[in-house]
T-cell receptor, first 114, second 115 residues
Framework: KQEVTQIPAALSVPEGENLVLNCSFT??????LQWFRQDPGKGLTSLLL?????REQTSGRLNASLDKSSGRSTLYIAASQPGDSATYLC?????????????FGTGTLLAVQP | GAGVSQTPSNKVTEKGKYVELRCDPI?????LYWYRQSLGQGPEFLIY????????DSGLPNDRFFAVRPEGSVSTLKIQRTERGDSAVYLC?????????????FGPGTRLTVL
């Protein structure tokens, strides 16, 4: 059974710092991996999607990497801002699965202090 | 519509009662998903619809949970004989065709509290 873990569970940094969020998964047979952002009382917003054949994806100040063989992904946020404060979730879809249902990690709660 | 909408945004009920949660997907999306997020946890898959049919209901925890999508658009998640452990945020998502390359767009969720 696929299990997705995120470390740390919570992180607080001063504004302007670069930071890394970690995601690990137990079964390397994935189709893709996504990073989501969740704001209180709101739904999930997809930030980056990495196909299993890719090593990384970039969007603005965000860079996500994927090492499928070791079962790890990282989300790098450059020059953090208070507006980045949210819960960050990673999720995988199982390769060969009948559907593209997402298997989520437990999330990292990020607080960027002004 | 502009995005996935869910109603109500909050629902408080008593143990043993029946509740219905509604999801309006993005217009034209044939794939619809329900997830449940307990406090401090990531969302967990419940059920997936392709059109009107439930293509994967492997995440439904027991037979008190049921979902329908009779016309292939709006979906209703139904919970019978609610228990305190059902308290969670219920999230709905839709995607264009349910392909592995399709992005899932999430609604804001319904927060269910069972007293």
């Amino acid at each position: 059974k696929q299990e997705v873990t995120q470390i740390p569970a919570a992180l607080s940094v001063p504004e302007g710092e670069n930071l890394v969020l970690n995601c690990s998964f137990t079964d390397s047979a994935i189709y893709n991996l996504q990073w989501f952002r969740q704001d209180p009382g709101k739904g999930l917003t997809s930030l980056l999607l990495i196909q299993s054949s890719q090593r990384e994806q970039t969007s603005g100040r965000l860079n996500a990497s994927l090492d499928k063989s070791s079962g790890r992904s990282t989300l790098y946020i450059a020059a953090s801002q208070p507006g980045d404060s949210a819960t960050y979730l990673c999720a995988v879809t199982r390769y060969g699965g009948a559907t593209n249902k997402l298997i989520f990690g437990t999330g990292t709660l990020l607080a960027v202090q002004p | 519509g502009a995005g996935v909408s869910q109603t109500p945004s909050n629902k408080v009920t008593e143990k043993g009662k029946y509740v219905e949660l509604r999801c309006d997907p993005i217009s034209g999306h044939t794939a619809l998903y329900w997830y449940r997020q307990s406090l401090g946890q990531g969302p967990e898959f419940l059920i997936y619809f392709q059109g009107t049919g439930a293509a994967d209901d492997s995440g439904l925890p027991n037979d008190r949970f049921f979902a329908v999508r009779p016309e292939g658009s709006v979906s209703t998640l139904k919970i019978q004989r609610t228990e305190r452990g059902d308290s969670a945020v219920y999230l709905c998502a839709s995607s264009l065709a349910g392909l592995f390359t399709d992005t899932q767009y999430f609604g804001p969720g319904t927060r269910l509290t069972v007293l």
